[in-house]
């Protein structure tokens, strides 16, 4: 964290980290640099508890049902 504080710490369940991949995913052209991490760390969340066929239908589907 290049030496900041923790400003905040929040525990998102799977439905939270699931939208916030897909609106990442929606915006990722105007994502700051500073935020990149995070978005890296949804999306490594989502790789880590799916396989690549889940991966596809729920990137491809564009919401969560």
Avoid: D
């Amino acid at each position: 964290m290049n030496g900041e504080k923790t400003a905040l710490t929040y525990n998102f369940s799977e439905r939270e980290v699931r939208e916030l991949a897909l609106l990442l995913r929606k915006v990722e052209n105007i994502i700051p640099y500073s935020l990149k991490p995070f978005a890296g760390q949804i999306e490594e969340h989502l790789y880590n508890s799916m396989n690549i066929e889940e991966l596809e239908e729920f990137f491809n589907r564009g919401k969560i049902c």
